[in-house]
């Protein structure tokens, strides 16, 4: 059964909120969430389900050939040399479709309809997708068919082999998990249990605002600040421990931080505070090459910035995918491309 399918034949049976309730949540959400990661698409091809509340698995369909014929490529990523997944849409009023290649772009078959690009590939197998407010949906039969992840309020330790980790919503988490003030929860997805579970040892005293994507070479990374200071948060060991890095000192007025990537790894990058106090505007740099351990306002005269567009997507494997019309351009070093044209 197909992703529309399944999310259309719940939707009668779910019980929506008031409208009172709903803009209440988005004041919030509007106050208290950062950016979360991802690309957007023309408005044509974004599919957004809110307030669904299950999702059961269906029988895995036959693969359904790609028929010949060009479309806008509107999302691209892979989860190693041999799967590559793309979101095409044929014509302005077609739908999207989530198109599957597990022999590194030769073939192709369709793998799910009407599917939004804020689609993430986290394995070779493995794809997850936010819907509406806080449903995060995942698939490891390479977007087959999929399932809705839901809360267990038991600790994890760390991050398991296959799973990840993401900011999780206030609202999703009251109730059995009290929020604590921060706007990213860091929570433990297992794709194999379907489970979203609290992180057991977060950041210490670190109030977290978002996290970066990078490959998982890089470790996990938290934005957000201690002692009213800019810091960020790396782990190396899925979770576990952490180091918080605050060389910046106290902000004056209000903040904003970003992440650039320096390196095809993540282990390089470029962390960019911006504050604006009484008019006025400052902005400070500090780089890293050893994945967020250490920190210097320098520039190492060997590292140069990686030359990718703003809108390349990171792969599990270090494999970097660049959306351009109807190609899908892969890199590895980001230097040489491959092309691949997938087809409808």
């Known amino acids: 059964m197909s992703f529309t399918d399944l999310t259309n034949e719940l939707m009668d049976s779910v019980e929506q909120p008031g409208l009172a309730e709903i803009e209440r949540r988005t004041r919030r959400r509007r106050r208290r969430r950062a950016l979360r990661g991802g690309l957007t698409g023309a408005a044509a091809v974004v599919a957004v389900v809110a307030g669904l509340a299950l999702l059961r698995p269906g029988p895995a369909p036959a693969p359904e050939p790609a028929a010949p014929g060009d479309g806008t490529v509107h999302w691209a990523g892979t989860g190693d040399a041999g799967h590559v997944y793309a979101i095409v849409q044929s014509c302005a009023s077609c739908p999207a479709e989530l198109l599957g290649s597990d022999d590194g772009g030769d073939t192709w078959t369709v793998r799910t309809s009407s599917v939004g690009t804020a689609l993430v590939v986290r394995g070779p197998r493995t794809l997850s ?30 991050v398991p082999d296959g799973g990840w980790l993401q900011c999780a919503d206030f609202l999703a988490l009251e109730g059995p998990v009290a929020p604590t003030g921060e706007t990213c ?38 934005l957000g600040n201690r002692d009213g200071e800019p810091a960020v948060a790396v782990s190396q060991d899925q979770g576990a421990h952490w180091v918080v890095t605050r060389p910046f000192g106290p902000v004056a007025g ?7 990537r320096e390196s095809l790894d993540g282990r390089r990058a470029a962390w960019t505070v911006v504050w604006q106090d009484a008019g006025s505007r400052s902005t400070s740099r500090q780089f890293t090459t050893d994945g967020g351990v250490l920190w210097s306002a320098q520039r190492e005269d060997a590292v140069a910035p990686l030359d990718l567009p703003p809108q390349a997507v990171a792969g599990p494997d270090g494999r970097w995918t660049v959306t351009a019309g109807d190609t899908i351009r892969i890199t590895t070093d980001g230097v040489r491309y491959e092309e691949l044209r997938p087809r409808l």
């Open 129 to 158: 997708v936010t819907i509406g407010v806080d449903i995060t949906m995942v698939s490891v039969d390479g977007g087959r068919t999929w399932q809705q992840v839901t809360l267990d309020p038991a600790p994890a330790a760390g």
């Open 185 to 222: 929860i860091p929570t433990v997805i297992d794709p194999a249990a379907r489970t979203a579970r609290p992180l057991a040892d977060p950041p210490e005293a670190f109030a977290a605002r978002s996290l970066v994507r990078l490959p998982a070479a890089a470790g996990w990374w938290l």
């Open 254 to 260: 209000s903040a904003a931080m970003s992440v650039t």
